[in-house]
């Protein structure tokens, strides 16, 4: 369809006129600031961040990439994951003659709007489309939580050393000190922290400390996305999930060093101080207004934590789905505790076959994955996705609680996939892919 000039006049000139840039801009933080704070990539970079600014806006979402961690079932298998994680190779790999040195420990970047709540999009994203906008890559591997003090060592690809960091919490900081100091967020009145899947845990392990940084006039929310990792036994009766994170503190120094919620560490002796890692036993401490968006029947949490051969049925390939169905009337029994916890809380629970909901950048995958914000948005129209649950879509439920104090209880009745809004004909084939390619440890 044709666009006439006078058109594409006014929109530019509506945005200049708001203050606003659609396009979300790479940031770095100064190197000064990093080192002040300590703050440090794994690969020893400073922070790095994407920012849609508003010069017209005090109001600020703040979103933390997820991304899975770098752990394993024993503190070695953990090193040897972050080591990877930061593009470098263990200290004892025999050297190879073909390979640069530092850039080979950065990431590629995209610097696209990603959509959902960030998005600059008023039509798929009212109520915050016209917010600042901040994007913070995640560069630790845990959670933003960890904070080890020395570097381990490491090789770049042609032999010569390095060094890995495991700064997450400090690069946080360092992140926020950075909008406070030179990009006007000291003047914020309403900030949301969100994140989803390892950035959703992390809006857990940091919400609580990120009131502190913000100050007491400053109207904070917590919007964690797919970040409600159940402590729970995989079908062997085993606690795969919970001992990765168990192996992995020692490495990430997160409990040790108060990587997560203080109170939580608090009330645990040093032997249990690893479930202020799990989602389940942070929420009762937090003190800070939360929402929690998930899916009961999560597409990460079934195949990796349950570990079930039959994660989803579908009606091409149909399985005995009962340990799924288990686990998701367990996730909706355990996600009340959220409710319980505060009155100012919030949930949305649906039941679809899905992990992050409340972006969209990721919805090129093939799985439903940052899938469900608004029916109008790439990654839900790709997959068929209308998902309501009551009635609402994420977006109309999180608003209205958010605007409108209502709407604090949206779990989902129905059982998995029978949800409606969730499930199409199309959708039944890309999930037996999705499932082939979750089996094979290839989903991220």
């Not at 949305?348 to 972006?359: E, F, K, L």
């Not at 499930?423 to 440890?441: A, P, S, Y």
Request: glycine fraction near 8%; charged fraction near 15%; aromatic fraction near 12%.
């Amino acid at each position: 369809m044709a666009v006439s000039t006078s058109f594409v006049a006014v929109v530019i000139f509506a945005a200049c006129v708001s203050g606003q840039n659609n396009t979300m801009q790479p940031m770095t933080v100064p190197q000064q600031l990093a080192d002040k704070l300590g703050a440090k990539q794994l690969n020893g970079d400073a922070p790095i961040y994407l920012m849609r600014r508003n010069l017209n806006s005090d109001k600020w979402i703040v979103y933390l990439e997820g991304g899975g961690w770098c752990y394993g079932q024993t503190e070695e298998e953990t090193i040897q994951s972050c080591i990877h994680r930061a593009g470098f190779v263990p200290d004892d790999t025999p050297t190879k003659t073909s390979g640069s040195t530092h850039e080979e420990g950065k990431y590629s970047i995209d610097f696209s709007d990603y959509g959902g709540i960030l998005g600059a999009n008023c039509t798929t994203n009212p109520g915050f489309c016209e917010w600042n906008a901040v994007f913070v890559h995640y560069r630790d591997g845990g959670s933003f939580g960890s904070n080890r003090a020395e570097p381990i060592q490491a090789k770049f690809r042609n032999g010569s050393k390095a060094l890995m960091w495991m700064r997450g919490r400090p690069s946080f900081n360092a992140v926020v000190a950075d909008l406070q100091q030179n990009h006007g967020m000291s003047a914020a009145t309403e900030v949301i922290l969100t994140g989803s899947s390892a950035g959703g845990l992390a809006v857990l392990y940091n919400l609580d400390h990120f009131a502190g940084l913000l100050g007491q006039n400053v109207r904070l929310t917590g919007f964690p996305d797919a970040g409600f990792f159940l402590d729970a036994m995989n079908v062997n009766g085993e606690y795969y999930y919970r001992n990765n994170f168990i192996a992995a503190d020692p490495v990430w120094n997160i409990t040790g060093s108060g990587g997560t919620n203080k109170a939580c560490l608090a009330s645990q002796s040093k032997a249990t101080a690893w479930k202020c890692l799990m989602a389940q036993y942070i929420i009762p401490y937090l003190q800070t207004p939360l929402y929690v968006l998930n899916s009961a029947y999560d597409a990460y949490q079934l195949p990796n934590i349950l570990q079930t051969p039959c994660p989803v049925s579908t009606k091409d390939k149909p399985c005995n789905a009962t340990q799924s169905q288990q686990y998701g009337k367990m996730f909706k029994d355990l996600v009340t505790t959220v409710i319980n916890s505060s009155n100012k809380n919030g949930v949305y629970v649906c039941s679809c076959w899905v992990h992050a909901q409340n972006v969209n950048y990721c919805s090129n995958q093939n799985m439903p994955n940052c899938v469900g914000w608004s029916p109008l948005e790439s990654g839900s129209r790709k997959w068929g996705y209308t998902t309501k649950v009551h009635g609402l879509t994420p977006q109309e439920a999180f608003s209205a609680y958010y605007f409108n104090n209502t709407h604090h209880n949206m779990i989902d009745d129905e059982t998995q996939q029978q949800n409606p809004t969730c499930i199409t004909q199309d959708t039944q084939f890309r999930i037996l892919i999705c499932v082939l390619r979750v089996n094979q440890h290839v989903f991220r």
